[in-house]
């Protein structure tokens, strides 16, 4: 019987952990490109302005709400929009869907109620619109903003 040792300074064992490294890294690029990309995304939505998160949430929930058929349930309409609004507390009202849904944001302070003045209308395929109170100021005093959404 023979028996067979590689040492560490043969050519075969070389070759396989060279092998061995350049696997790893083939393994370790995706994965660290993921982790780098992924950061800079959460980095980018924290450096976004609150004005730029609720148009972006609205537009989605437009979005969303115009895909739809005429014939879903009020309760499917409330989740599906409820669910465009990641970053704020937000009430949907569906009794006038297919026609439009009213989407009211709560807990906005001074400073993004300022904001959210430039969101007085957005047109598209679905038109966005603030609704006014009695004062003609959109946000309340509670600091809720209700808008309007129509397909």
């Known amino acids: ?5 590689l040492s560490d300074s043969s050519i075969e064992v070389a070759s396989a ?11 370790m690029a995706p994965a660290l490109t993921a982790l780098v990309l992924a950061g ?3 980095a980018l939505s924290v450096l976004e302005s609150p004005a730029y998160v609720m148009r972006h949430e609205l537009v989605a929930a437009g979005a969303a ?4 058929p005429w014939s879903t349930p009020a309760e499917g309409v409330q ?29 906005l302070g001074p400073d993004d109620c300022r904001n959210a003045a430039g969101l007085a209308r957005i047109e598209g395929q679905v038109v ?6 009695t004062g003609g100021d959109a946000c309340r005093e509670d600091g809720a903003m209700t808008w309007r959404i129509m397909p």
């Open 65 to 68: 709400m115009e895909r739809l």
């Open 79 to 107: 989740q599906i929009v409820a669910q465009q609004f990641g970053h704020h507390r937000a009430t949907v009202d569906a009794k006038g869907f297919p026609a439009y849904v009213k989407v009211t944001l709560h807990g």
């Open 128 to 133: 966005i619109v603030t609704e006014r109170s």
């Open 17 to 27: 952990k060279a092998m061995g490294r350049r696997l790893r890294a083939w393994i």
């Open 40 to 42: 800079g995304y959460e």
């Open 1 to 5: 019987m023979a028996i067979v040792s």
